[in-house]
């Protein structure tokens, strides 16, 4: 069977989350995505691990649904650790994902936590003085069949391979535990292809979810594994992510990530890496350093040239989210009550997010929500559209028709 799996997200008690973040809320924006697994998000949380432990029910070993609510989604114990230290003369900070398989293991691990001095009612996303590879051998020391992901590796400031604060490989990082990394997160402002230009990441699995810190966000990236057993167990996600199991993957165009092109944003400077590469990472405004992107770290650490897909690999589809669509659709902003408005009522007429983005014929879109709307969906299917790269936190703009004034882009939408 096939499973749409999101597993980075975060619950109300991390900073810059939506108060909605919720475990009913998480379950119903799931369905509407069409999301079969999702994270539970920030087990270390005392009291987010508190109504986890109440509000789900086991319904296979390692995998939980809302209450008796066994429409879907399933949930899995998953969250995001910051490692923040100081290796080689220079300040790392480190995000990963820890998947366990159990609340037994989460209680032992948070234990483990709080002895090395972490204060983990602090925040849903816990910062620890823990290396990486310090935090691997606290993990595996204690039920060896946890994952470690490193979360959303090329974003500057806070990952594996960020160019502010990261490594050149995955075993500088984690010294002797790199073998039992199976698998990274792309992050928002990379996709599948720029990552398999990196040698070392072969025969591992390249994952895509969405950090969302609000509910809409949701599933804005998934990876859709595939599954050999009728009845889902973390057993199965974990053989799925060391095996690379994985049918497709579901992502955000990268370019329309905060961290794609090289640039400074208070000077409005931004570079692509050709122009990086000749102009050196320096702002021509103001003297100050430039904050590296994506596409230029890439370039830097890069074993092989761009290929739009490798044997061996599974496929990927780039997408836009239906709200943004309706938001040039309409003309209106993407926060806007008529975009909600549209967005329920496409929903319930004609299924998922992601069937009507992925799946649903045209002739069926266009007779529920307007030709508009169909030939959007088709032009974002087919890779028609032109997008503005994002750059040093500020999120790339998305336009189906360019010489189409762009809606206005509301304050909520900072909330990832």
Same mark, same amino acid.
């Given at each position: 069977?096939?499973?749409?799996?999101?597993?980075?997200?975060?619950?109300?008690?991390?900073?810059?989350? #939506? @108060?909605?973040?919720?475990?009913?809320?998480?379950?119903?924006?799931?369905? +509407?995505?069409?999301?079969?697994?999702?994270?539970?998000?920030?087990?270390?949380? @005392?009291?987010?691990?508190?109504?986890?432990?109440?509000?789900?029910?086991?319904?296979?070993?390692?995998?939980?649904?809302? %209450?008796?609510?066994?429409?879907?989604?399933?949930?899995?114990?998953?969250?995001?650790?910051?490692?923040? *230290?100081?290796?080689?003369?220079?300040?790392?900070?480190?995000?990963?994902?820890?998947?366990?398989?159990?609340?037994?293991?989460?209680?032992?691990?948070?234990?483990? $936590?709080?002895?090395?001095?972490?204060?983990?009612?602090?925040?849903?996303?816990?910062?620890?003085? $823990?290396?990486?590879?310090?935090?691997?051998?606290?993990?595996?020391? =204690?039920?060896?069949? /946890?994952?470690?992901?490193?979360?959303?590796?090329?974003?500057?400031?806070?990952?594996? *391979?960020?160019?502010? #604060?990261?490594?050149?490989?995955?075993?500088? /990082?984690?010294?002797?535990?790199?073998?039992?990394?199976?698998?990274?997160?792309?992050?928002?402002?990379?996709?599948?292809?720029?990552?398999?230009?990196?040698?070392?990441?072969?025969?591992?699995?390249?994952?895509?979810?969405?950090?969302?810190?609000?509910?809409?966000?949701?599933?804005?990236?998934?990876?859709?594994?595939?599954?050999?057993?009728?009845?889902?167990?973390?057993?199965?996600?974990?053989?799925?992510?060391?095996?690379? !199991?994985?049918?497709?993957?579901?992502?955000? *165009?990268?370019?329309?990530?905060? *961290?794609?092109?090289?640039?400074?944003?208070?000077?409005?400077?931004? !570079?692509? @890496?050709?122009?990086?590469?000749?102009? %050196?990472?320096? /702002?021509?405004? /103001?003297?100050?350093?430039?904050?590296?992107?994506?596409?230029?770290?890439?370039?830097?650490?890069?074993?092989?040239?761009?290929?739009?897909?490798?044997?061996?690999?599974?496929?990927?589809? +780039?997408?836009?989210?239906?709200?943004?669509?309706?938001?040039?659709?309409?003309?209106?902003?993407?926060?806007? !009550?008529?975009?909600?408005?549209?967005?329920?009522?496409?929903?319930?007429?004609?299924?998922?997010?992601?069937?009507?983005?992925?799946?649903? +014929?045209?002739?069926?879109?266009?007779?529920?929500?307007?030709?508009?709307?169909?030939?959007?969906?088709?032009?974002?299917?087919?890779?028609? =559209?032109?997008?503005?790269?994002?750059?040093?936190?500020?999120?790339?703009?998305?336009?189906?028709?360019?010489? !189409?004034?762009?809606?206005?882009? @509301?304050?909520?939408?900072?909330?990832?």
């Amino acid at each position: 069977m096939q499973i749409v799996a999101d597993l980075h997200l975060h619950s109300r008690y991390s900073r810059a989350v #939506s @108060p909605l973040m919720t475990i009913s809320e998480i379950a119903r924006w799931a369905r +509407k995505k069409g999301l079969d697994l999702v994270a539970s998000g920030d087990w270390t949380h @005392p009291l987010w691990l508190r109504e986890l432990k109440a509000g789900l029910t086991e319904a296979g070993e390692g995998i939980f649904t809302s %209450g008796d609510d066994f429409r879907g989604p399933k949930f899995i114990l998953s969250t995001e650790i910051a490692s923040i *230290y100081s290796q080689g003369g220079k300040t790392r900070r480190i995000h990963n994902l820890v998947l366990a398989p159990s609340f037994g293991v989460v209680e032992k691990i948070n234990l483990a $936590l709080r002895k090395r001095g972490a204060n983990l009612m602090a925040d849903g996303r816990p910062i620890i003085g $823990l290396s990486a590879r310090d935090l691997a051998e606290l993990i595996f020391s =204690i039920d060896k069949n /946890c994952l470690i992901i490193p979360a959303h590796i090329w974003t500057p400031w806070y990952s594996l *391979y960020g160019s502010k #604060s990261g490594f050149d490989s995955i075993k500088e /990082c984690f010294g002797e535990f790199s073998d039992h990394i199976y698998g990274i997160e792309t992050g928002l402002s990379s996709d599948p292809a720029m990552n398999w230009r990196v040698a070392e990441l072969d025969g591992r699995s390249i994952l895509s979810f969405s950090d969302a810190h609000s509910p809409a966000k949701l599933g804005r990236e998934m990876t859709i594994f595939k599954i050999d057993t009728p009845r889902l167990e973390y057993a199965d996600i974990r053989k799925a992510i060391r095996e690379q !199991q994985i049918k497709l993957t579901v992502e955000f *165009y990268p370019e329309e990530g905060k *961290y794609h092109y090289t640039g400074h944003r208070k000077c409005a400077v931004v !570079q692509s @890496p050709l122009q990086t590469k000749k102009l %050196g990472t320096t /702002c021509p405004v /103001c003297g100050r350093p430039l904050t590296v992107g994506v596409m230029h770290r890439v370039e830097q650490l890069a074993n092989r040239p761009f290929a739009i897909n490798r044997s061996g690999r599974p496929n990927f589809v +780039k997408l836009v989210p239906l709200a943004e669509i309706l938001s040039e659709v309409l003309s209106v902003g993407v926060s806007s !009550q008529k975009v909600i408005n549209e967005y329920e009522r496409l929903i319930k007429s004609l299924g998922s997010e992601l069937a009507i983005l992925l799946r649903i +014929k045209p002739e069926l879109i266009s007779r529920v929500g307007g030709k508009k709307l169909a030939e959007a969906i088709s032009k974002v299917r087919q890779g028609k =559209i032109v997008v503005t790269p994002g750059f040093d936190g500020v999120f790339g703009i998305v336009k189906i028709w360019p010489d !189409q004034g762009q809606p206005p882009r @509301p304050s909520q939408e900072s909330l990832f």
